[in-house]
């Protein structure tokens, strides 16, 4: 049994990356002045959920078989 690290993997980085993205959505504008106004939370939120929906879409191509 061959074990797909990429499941996993994905799924925490999509959690992670929706629950910055939300916070990014709804958190305090304020706290954005000490970055020169850039919503940090948001973007990186959002970059770390494509980056688990990749590795969640590479685990599920690598888990169809074709016979």
Known sequence: MILDLR???GLLFAVLGLML???GLFGDP???AASLGI???LWSGL???VFGAGMLFGAWR???KTE
């Open 47 to 49: 970059g770390i959920l």
């Open 62 to 64: 690598g888990g169809k």
């Open 39 to 41: 919503n940090v939370n």
């Open 30 to 32: 304020a706290v954005y």
């Open 21 to 23: 993205t939300v916070y």
């Open 7 to 9: 499941f996993p993997m």
